[in-house]
């Protein structure tokens, strides 16, 4: 049994290649996926009303920025990591405390920055 085993997340990624890639790699640790979604409003939806323990967010959805999310989660004091080829240089101040899992990564990335993102200790 995994230490990420029945974690809630919230997958926000708008390449539906990516997306499957992040699904899988976070079955594979355990977790339970919530929703997969690739369009802000309906990504704010979710993260305004699903019960979920932690979001894994693109920065860029087809053009749109998914800060709104994040902002919605902060709220509701959700973690949340970034998932994005810009670092963390494309992460606004008021959500640089969140961790950013630069593109393309493997899956111990993954779970590296799911359990810092999680407050755990990170294996390496």
Same mark, same amino acid.
């Given at each position: 049994? @995994? #230490? +990420? @085993? $029945?974690? #809630?997340?919230?997958?926000?990624?708008?390449? @539906? +290649?990516?997306?499957?890639?992040?699904?899988?790699?976070? %079955?594979?640790?355990g977790c339970q996926i919530v929703a997969s979604l690739a369009r802000l409003k309906e990504a704010c939806d979710i993260a305004s009303t699903a019960e979920l323990d932690v979001a894994v967010l693109d920065i860029n959805l087809g053009g749109e920025r998914s800060f709104p999310v994040a902002h919605i989660l902060q709220e509701r004091g959700v973690p949340f990591m970034f998932s994005t080829g810009y670092g963390k240089n494309g992460v606004p101040a008021e959500l640089s405390d969140a961790p950013v899992l630069s593109k393309? +990564? @493997? $899956? #111990? %990335?993954?779970?590296e920055t799911l359990a810092l993102t999680l407050g755990g200790p990170q294996r390496r």
């Open positions: 049994m @995994s #230490k +990420f @085993s $029945g974690i #809630k997340v919230l997958v926000v990624e708008d390449e @539906s +290649f990516v997306a499957l890639m992040i699904e899988d790699m976070l %079955e594979d640790l393309p +990564f @493997s $899956g #111990k %990335e993954l779970e």
